[in-house]
Nanobody, 125 residues
Framework: VQLVESGGGSVQAGGSLRLSCTAAVHIYRSNCVGWFRQAPGKEREGIAAIYTGGNNLVYADSLKGRFTISQDNAKDTVDLQMDRLNAEDTAMYFC????????????????????WGQGTQVTVS
């Protein structure tokens, strides 16, 4: 297993959750690690991504402000802090890893990522 998500669960609207993605070291190092989500009947949506070899990060415009991505290189983990959650945030959340672009830039496009975790469910009621 190369990517494992944790931290999902059920939360009331207005609450917070923190998701964690643990990656195998050969996938984590100097790659982009991103968070995505997919609700039933909807396409997979990019949330945020971070370059583990530096400090570059990127957010989907629609989710900027409530979601915060961070990395812990000592643990090979990338976390997603989610605040002020609402029912529309209910989805399966996935982390993924893929190569960085020029200068360590990352994308929130799912097509840029080669390795995917199994996902963790987030339900907001």
């Amino acid at each position: 297993v190369q990517l494992v998500e944790s931290g999902g669960g059920s939360v009331q609207a207005g609450g917070s959750l923190r998701l964690s993605c643990t990656a195998a070291v050969h996938i984590y190092r100097s790659n982009c690690v991103g968070w995505f989500r997919q609700a039933p009947g909807k396409e997979r949506e990019g949330i945020a991504a971070i370059y583990t070899g530096g400090n570059n990060l990127v957010y989907a415009d629609s989710l900027k402000g409530r979601f915060t991505i961070s990395q812990d290189n000592a643990k090979d983990t990338v976390d997603l802090q989610m605040d002020r959650l609402n029912a529309e945030d209910t989805a399966m959340y996935f982390c993924a890893a893929g190569p960085a672009g020029w200068g360590g830039t990352c994308s929130v496009s799912a097509s840029a990522y080669y390795f995917w975790g199994q996902g963790t469910q987030v339900t907001v009621s």
